[in-house]
């Protein structure tokens, strides 16, 4: 069987405030680009068709599934993913110690997602509404926690950026 | 790896319908959340595709000189909902696409994608169908309008022709000044739902909040395409608010809608919910708009 020719197509883009420039396959996801090409493997592969949001990342501050995005289309966007919320001396962000203080982390495979959707959360300024919260929460499965922690984590670390006393 | 046999990226969209013209047998990709599921499904091996996702020219919700609104077909669901012109005169279209998927499908999810999809569940199509939205399409001829109501051709078809895409969604003044509408959405959950039904109603009030000059209502998943109620809305226009004019929208739509069985649901239940839905959907409408329907 002949093989098939390929396309390939530079993308070249911020990652975790680096510009970064590689040669990708047209069919490549961004999950695939990041995991492969830049060994970001924080971003997990789970259902691969939008619905677990385990390979969530921020792109220009939104967050996404980066599986049903096209490497090719991340070209000229910035991205974060959860190595990029890492301090210059290895710290961990406070959404990230929310969520072991919380215990919101068991298998850790849907955390990653979790966290970056929580930054845009948190990053927006605003507080929210429990009701609101849940639904903006709502793109993620996660199989261990039944979530309540989750909730709670990002809960307390909006009350705690915006300087407001948690309702008891 | 997606099993996809070449991407044609457009620049502009003059450059998408050249595209277009010169593979026929490409597909178009917008955002994704539909097309990239079924390509991992495998039911599109070796796909072409033509991807507008980078045009951003076809980005953002603006209003024209005589009042019409704007939609740009890449516009994404979050964005359509946070924007401030469709908070203010259409708010029901801005509530409908925040119940799309979850917040990530609602970040890539485009309206244009939604539409061109051509399927009856489609969250933002019954509320354009209750809005009497216009299509924008550009072609190889130019540009060309068409009504919603005729762009859906059949299951999973809508009239893009050869070198087609399309660009905008149009909703004239008149279609939205002193209508205010409700959705609903029927679902086993809140999130990452597809509706089992879905129906949108608006209605435009009398000075006095007392008589219905006008009412508008659409389904999803209430026929193989998004419908309006249309026998419903003649009978019922022009009536003054009372429970007895909801209680017969909630016979009379019987009669313009025809649900399905599926493994979703039953078309009993569907029934059901055609009617129990218009109900409740024209009574938050008319709350909406200052009325009151006693008992």
Redesign the interface.
Known sequence: MAEELRQYKQVTCTINGKKRTTMVDVRASLTDMLRNDYRLTSVKKGCEVGECGACTVLIDGEAFDSCIYLAVWADGKEIITLEGLEGPNGELSDIQQAFIDETAIQCGFCSPGFILTAKEILDSGVLYTDDELRKLLSGHLCRCTGYENIFQAVKKTMYKRLGKKLPT | ???????Y?ATSVDHAVQLLLEHPQALI?AG??DV??KI?EGSLAKVELV?I??LDALRGITKEADGTIRIGSLTSF?HIHADPYIQKHIDVLGDAVNMV?????R??GTIGGNTCNGVTSADSASTLFAYDAEIEITGPEGVRICPISKFYLGVGKVDLRPGELQTAILIRKESYTGYKGHYIKYGMR???EIATTGCSVNVKLSQDKKTLKDIRIAYGVAAPIPIRALKTEEAIRGRKLSAEVREEIGRLVLEDVTPRNSWRASRDLRLQLCSTLAMRAFEEAVKKAGGEIDG
């Open positions: 790896m997606y099993d996809i046999k070449a991407l990226e990709i994704g959340s990239l599921i991992r991807s996702y980078k979050s998927g979850g917040p990530q499908i970040a890539i809140n999130a990452m």
